[in-house]
Structures are given as structure tokens and as C-alpha cells.
């Protein structure tokens, strides 16, 4: 526990004032403004805009300037302000396939229809300081080439045309909702995909790795994974139709893992999906990897005891917020807690102390 | 007031609004020079709405994450009502859009549409058209594919 304790505010007072001119840094230095931070550390904004669990780049800026560039404080000012929103709704589920694609690549069908579409990434690149970078220059403008008129389908649309992945029941089922409702156990997978997008991008990579090295593994391929923008909308019940109410980019992944078969059911694919808001690749892979290790009881697998595979694991530990919370909470004042352990600690080596003289006053008597 | 008004209409046009640059859409109201008297029927308010995706894309809902919205609706002095929603937490953006709205389903229309819409709707496809420009470059040609043209 701890304890209200009085005093200290001027100490306080005048750590925020110097926490301030540190923010600032060397004003012999230019001012990050917001629009740089949003435009120049987008990726940044857009792990800040998953984890804080709201689609606004321009309030993912502002807190990771005041969050000094520390992503989990800013996530947390971004939750913070969340909850500060009247909620005026849900929106219709958005529709990844009409998606406006700046990336979509896929690690199974060569020749898939769309094509393979690099976009804007990291990869082949040689991961060598770029010391160009360092000075400042004009970036040179990036080759165009005719664009692409017809829709890009998703990919599993042709293994589903086959019947060899299994087949994502279509619904309209209400969806759990964890910003209205706690967490209960077991979840149900509209809340284990709730919660693994705004989870930590670490902690999910580091459970989607550990299935990798063997510990509930399930084989996984990245059947697509694309990046783009989609439209968001939702129905007015004033206007009494659906309208368009903005555009969110995102990130999906979807694997086709391991099959499993029976003497009824032939061999089919099994899939695991992962879906981010912003250009956040390596978090929606490791979700999708996530998501699939937590359907082990639907699909009829073992529990093989592993971390990945443990929902209430899993979802309980996710959350950096809540993580960060209790974590840096020891370090507040627990000055009456601590007390009454000291005393307990010297009252038992007093006991100890006692006791040994005790013997040694029996053994010199006999 | 214009009955004739479909659904379709102003649902594109509600659409094009909300996801407008802020300053560009302020810049052509500006210009549009018609500041039409109004009462408010709902003030300007910045909100959330849950947005929600599919399981594997195609299957049942889930709740994804937030995104802000900012809502407002009008009447103009003929009754004709305007709303707006727009992404963002702009209620002066929210209010240009419920004036917009309300004054398409008046004889202001036509006019309106030629130098707001029009240009919204050509400046945002251009804007689509060049990023999917660098995306088709980007696109992979694997030059040991045998192509079955012929």
C-alpha cells in the first residue's frame, strides 16, 4: 500500500518545470513542430495510434512530443484523452478487400492476382546507416508507373474457391467490446483480436516468435499481408442510411497455418488474422501468429503448455498500459509498507539473536 | 427545399466532406463566399466512434480500435437541415461540412457543387491516383514467368 503523504508539491512543481525545459532540449536547436513529428516519425504515430487504440495522427504527435519520444508514455496520454470521447458509436466493419493498397505482397502464390507490390519497405534494403540522411537534402521522387483500376482480392479467396483453408464464418454477431466490458475468461476471439491490436508490439512479437522456435508451433505462412487505406463508415441514425465518415490506414496479415484433418473432414489450411491501424507490419504478422497459437481448443489441438497457446497468459499481459502502471507503481512512496516489514525483519533477527544466546547460556551451564 | 435529393447523392457528398483536408475545404468555403444564417441543432461536438474489422477480412466482427469524430447539425432559416460528420476534431470543419450538406438540397446546389465538390473530389483523386502511381511501380515483375498470352 501506500499512503497519502503531505508536502513535497513545491519538489514537484519544479520537477514538471524542469522536465519541460529538458523536453525543449538546446533552444539553440529548432522546435520539432507537430506536423514534422506526424509526417517525418510516422511509423512512430502509428504504433502510438494501434497501442493508444485511437486513429488520429495528429494527437499521436502531440503526445510523443510531450511524451519526449517515449512511446508507452505517449500511448498512455493517448488512453488517457480517450477516454475524455463520448462514444457516438460503432462503425460497419470495414472492407480490407476494397482496400486502396500501398503495399501487398504474399509469401505463398507468386502469381497472385494484383501482383506483388513492394510499397514503401524496409526490406531489401542493406540495413546500413544511411549518412546521406545526416545532411539535409531534397528526397529524390519516387518512380510511377500506370496504376492498377481493378480491385485487389484477397488472397485466401482462392483457397476458399478450392475448399482447402477453412472458411471464416460470415456474421453479424455483436462483437465484445473491452473498453465497456472487463476482460472475462475464456474470451471469445472478437476479444482476443481487440486486445492483441492494441497490445504491446513487443510483448506480441515475442509471443508470435516463441511459436516460431517450437513452442506450440503452427506453421505459418504469410498468405497476404497488405497495407493501404480503407474507408470507415457508419449509420446516422438521423439520416437513416450509412455515410462515410473518414479514412483509416491499416495493416493486414493473414497466415495459412498448419492443416488438420480427420476420417470425415479432408486436410485443409487453418488461418490466423491480424489487423492494425497505421503501417505496423511487424505487429500484425506477430498478431496473426498470436491469434492462431489462442484457437488451439476451436480448432480441436492440444494444449501443449505453451505460453502462446495460455489466453489469460496472453491477454493479461498484453497491455503495456496496464503493464506499466503496476510495474512503476512500486517506486511511489511505500514508506508505511515498508516500515512494518523492517520491523518484522528486525523483530525475527532479534528472536534469532536471542535464541542462539539462549543456547549458548544452556551449553556453558551444563 | 429540393425533395428530389437521393440518398446516394448525399451520401457522397456527406463522404467526400469527412475525410477532406481541413484547411483546403476552408479555403474553397472561403471562397464560395455564402455564409447562409443558421440555428444550430446540435453544436459542434468531438467524439469517438469504435471502428470494427472482420475476422481473416470476410468473417465476423470485431471491435479494432477508435477513431475521433467531430459532429454537428444545422437548420438554415427555409428549415432545410444540415449535418455534418466529419474524421478529426475539427468543429470548424464539422460546421462548413453541415452548412455544405444543408445548402446541397437547396437552389445553392449547383454552384456549389462546381466549386467545392467538384474540386475536392479531383484534387482527391489525383492524390489516390499518384499513390497507387508509386505502388504500380513497385509492383514485381518476375522475369521467369511464362506469361499465357499467346
Excluded at chain 1, 531534397?138 to 482447402?164: C, K, M, N, V, Y
Excluded at chain 1, 453479424?172 to 486486445?195: C, H, K, N, W, Y
Excluded at chain 1, 504478422?285 to 498470436?290: E, F, G, K, Y
Excluded at chain 2, 459532429?71 to 449535418?83: F, I, N, Y
Amino acid at each position: 500500500m501506500y499512503v497519502a503523504v503531505k508536502g513535497g508539491e513545491r519538489a514537484i512543481d519544479n520537477a514538471h518545470a524542469w522536465l519541460a525545459e529538458e523536453r525543449r532540449g538546446d533552444t539553440s536547436v529548432a522546435e520539432l513542430s507537430l506536423v514534422q513529428i506526424r509526417e517525418q516519425l510516422a511509423l512512430a504515430v502509428n504504433r502510438v495510434m494501434a497501442e493508444g487504440s485511437l486513429f488520429d495522427p495528429d494527437l499521436a504527435a502531440l503526445a510523443i512530443k510531450q511524451s519526449r519520444g517515449d512511446l508507452i508514455e505517449a500511448i498512455f496520454l493517448i488512453r488517457a484523452y480517450r477516454t475524455t470521447l463520448p462514444r457516438f458509436g460503432y462503425t460497419l466493419p470495414v472492407d480490407t478487400g476494397a482496400m486502396a493498397c500501398d503495399r501487398r505482397i504474399s509469401a505463398t502464390f507468386k502469381d497472385a492476382p494484383g501482383g506483388q507490390v513492394l510499397g514503401p519497405t524496409f526490406d531489401y534494403t542493406h540495413r546500413l546507416l544511411d549518412f546521406k540522411l545526416a545532411a539535409e537534402g531534397e528526397a529524390a521522387e519516387a518512380p510511377t508507373s500506370a496504376p492498377r483500376t481493378e480491385p485487389t482480392p484477397h488472397i485466401t479467396e482462392f483457397l476458399q474457391g478450392e475448399d482447402i483453408i477453412e472458411r471464416e464464418p460470415m456474421s453479424e454477431a455483436q462483437p465484445g467490446d473491452l473498453t465497456r466490458e472487463p476482460m472475462a475468461f475464456p474470451a471469445d476471439r472478437s476479444v482476443r483480436l481487440q486486445s492483441l491490436t492494441r497490445g504491446d508490439e513487443g510483448f506480441i512479437l515475442g509471443m508470435a516468435y516463441s511459436t516460431q522456435r517450437g513452442y506450440a508451433r503452427n506453421h505459418a505462412f504469410v498468405g497476404e499481408l497488405r497495407i493501404g487505406t480503407v474507408a470507415v463508415e457508419m449509420e446516422i441514425p438521423e439520416l437513416g442510411f450509412a455515410i462515410k465518415i473518414g479514412e483509416v490506414e491499416l495493416t493486414e496479415c493473414e497466415t495459412v497455418n498448419q492443416f488438420k484433418g480427420s476420417k470425415t473432414v479432408p486436410p485443409q489450411f487453418t488461418r490466423g488474422y491480424g489487423l492494425v491501424f497505421g503501417q505496423s507490419e511487424r505487429k500484425s504478422i506477430a498478431m496473426a501468429l498470436v491469434d492462431r497459437a489462442l484457437r488451439w481448443k476451436e480448432l480441436g489441438e492440444d494444449n501443449l503448455g505453451a505460453a502462446a497457446q495460455d489466453e489469460e497468459f496472453v491477454l493479461s499481459h498484453s497491455d503495456n498500459i496496464q503493464a506499466t502502471g503496476f510495474l512503476e507503481h512500486i517506486k511511489l512512496p511505500h514508506y508505511v509498507d515498508f516500515q512494518s516489514e523492517l520491523e518484522l525483519v528486525r523483530k525475527l533477527r532479534r528472536e534469532a539473536a536471542e535464541a542462539v544466546e539462549q543456547m549458548a547460556a544452556k551449553e556453558a551451564a551444563e | 427545399m429540393n425533395t428530389t435529393i437521393s440518398a446516394k447523392d448525399r451520401k457522397a457528398w456527406m463522404g467526400l466532406l469527412a475525410s477532406a483536408d481541413d484547411a483546403r475545404l476552408a479555403e474553397l468555403w472561403r471562397a464560395f463566399d455564402h455564409e447562409p444564417a443558421f440555428d444550430w441543432l446540435r453544436a459542434p461536438e468531438a467524439g469517438g466512434v469504435m471502428v470494427r474489422g472482420r475476422m481473416g477480412g470476410s468473417g465476423a466482427p470485431f471491435n479494432l480500435g477508435e477513431m475521433t469524430v467531430t459532429r454537428c447539425a444545422l437548420s438554415l432559416a427555409d428549415g432545410t437541415v444540415g449535418h455534418g460528420y466529419v474524421q478529426g476534431r475539427s468543429k470548424a470543419k464539422a460546421e462548413t461540412a453541415a452548412k455544405i450538406d444543408a445548402l446541397m438540397q437547396t437552389d445553392a446546389a449547383e454552384t456549389l457543387r462546381a466549386r467545392v465538390l467538384i474540386p475536392l473530389q479531383e484534387e482527391r483523386a489525383a492524390a489516390k491516383e499518384a499513390r497507387a502511381s508509386k505502388a504500380a511501380a513497385t509492383k514485381v515483375d518476375f522475369f521467369t514467368m511464362v506469361r499465357g498470352e499467346d
